[in-house]
């Protein structure tokens, strides 16, 4: 005979009730962030001289959380958005603003958003004459100054965020837009009782929400050889604390390129187009963790313009990361654009230092790929860097600062999170000595 489960009986709670133990707790989370403030301007006791109706106006002046949301009709991934998400609050939480002048204590910019700013207008809006207000006084002393501070530290969380999530090959970057409200009341009668309490139940926090939004970037179809491919204008937005972000597209002259056309038209730049095939390059060939590292480096490329010739319409464009070259983009001058067709690890064939490699060490295209020293992945997952012999061969080839970039990736903590290092060791030094010294049968 099967026994009956009985179901435990969810206890009854209370919505309103909820609600206001909910709000008595933000309010006394309020109040200790104002009291921790309070004891940075001018000690432990300064807290308690603020009268009670000054602290509840305080209260009512707090910021809201900083919200962050995707601008209509855009779709962003959940994941990216929630990672973009904690990006900006994370480092709102980590950022920091000086207090009093020279006083050395700091409030982090979500503090100051919700209690800072507050008490800053409070300080130098209120005609209250309590104890301790000349200490109140030095604090808002830096009020513009901080202002600005913030504003800008903000525009610097929301670019990089922003950065830190384009994609070129989704065929339009990130962008962002602050707005800034306080809402307030519709009723200036406060005589009665009721609308007192109607009075105080208005929302007189400041609202600060940034809207992620997108420029997107143009596609054209390129004549190549008499074939036609789809291209992507490579962009980067600007931001301007005047204006609204602006797209700027790239541009490379015939003479930047080192290319000689005999023309008076060679010094005038070409629009920077990018195929999808460039983009998968960099993907395979890279193994970033994220697309929008690809982006960095391809704009850093343009932006350093360190370019070899190599044909007469055809250019190598280096790449570096963490000012260590990593390989070329190599570009065409077709139809009247600069087209990147490929990306190529500075170990591939087709790259002074890679055909060097080969030279030197007798090493394959099809070697290579076996050995996995084709990729940045492969090459940071090996062995090679314990091994002076092979090292050497790369640094004689050129090649050294590869070498030096698996380095950092495997020590430096700045720079671990680049790669996914969850794979065993790729032990393949060996078998390159044993490639270069074949033993005897």
């Known amino acids: 005979m099967s026994k009956k489960k009985h179901a435990r009986k969810k206890k009854y709670v209370n919505p309103v009730e909820q609600q206001k133990l909910q709000e008595a707790q933000y309010r006394n989370f309020f109040m200790e962030k104002l009291q921790n403030l309070c004891t940075q301007i001018g000690g ?73 700013m507050a008490l800053e207008y409070h300080a130098c809006q209120t005609i209250s004459n309590y104890p301790g207000k000349e200490r109140f006084a030095k604090f808002a002393e830096m009020r513009y100054e901080r202002e600005e501070a913030y504003e800008k530290g903000i525009e610097s969380i929301c670019t990089q965020a922003c950065c830190f999530f384009d994609d070129i090959g989704n ?122 590292f690809n982006t960095i480096i391809l704009i850093g490329a343009l932006i350093r313009k360190e370019i070899i010739s190599i044909a007469k319409n055809r250019a190598l464009i280096a790449c570096f990361a963490s000012e260590l070259k990593i390989g070329y983009l190599l570009a065409e001058i077709t139809d009247s654009v600069i087209l990147i067709r490929t990306f190529l690890l500075l170990t591939n064939g087709g790259t002074p230092e890679g055909d060097k490699l080969s030279q030197l060490s007798g090493l394959q295209t099809e070697d290579r790929k076996y050995l996995s020293i084709d990729t940045l992945q492969g090459l940071a997952n090996s062995d090679i860097t314990q091994n002076e012999t092979i090292c050497k061969l790369f640094r004689d080839a050129g090649c050294g600062s590869i070498l030096e970039l698996c380095e950092k990736i495997s020590t430096d903590n700045d720079m671990m999170y680049l790669l996914d290092k969850s794979s065993p060791k790729n032990i393949i030094s060996d078998l390159i000595t044993e490639y270069m010294n074949p033993g005897d049968d």
């Open 44 to 116: 432990e006791t300064l807290f308690q001289q603020i009268p009670p109706l000054d602290r509840s106006f305080l209260y009512m002046l707090r910021g809201a959380p900083l919200k962050i949301v995707t601008a209509e009709g855009l779709k962003v991934q959940k994941r990216m958005m929630d990672a973009l998400v904690k990006i900006i609050k994370s480092s709102q939480a980590s950022m920091k603003l000086e207090v009093v002048k020279g006083s050395g204590q700091m409030i982090t910019f979500a503090d100051y958003l919700l209690v800072g």
């Open 171 to 292: 065929k339009y970057l990130h962008t962002y837009k602050l707005e800034t409200a306080i809402s307030a009341s519709d009723s200036d009668n406060t005589s009665s009782t009721r609308e007192i309490a109607k009075f105080m139940k208005q929302d007189f926090r400041l609202h600060q929400k940034i809207i992620i939004g997108a420029y997107p970037l143009e596609i054209r179809k390129v004549s190549v050889n008499g074939e036609t491919h789809s291209a992507i204008q490579v962009g980067l937005v600007f931001y301007s604390a005047e204006s609204q972000p602006k797209l700027h597209h790239f541009k490379l002259s015939p003479d930047e390129m080192h290319v000689n056309m005999n023309s008076h038209f060679s010094k005038l730049g070409l629009p920077v187009y990018v195929q999808q095939h460039a983009l998968d390059r960099m993907k395979e060939r890279l193994g970033l963790v994220l697309p929008a």
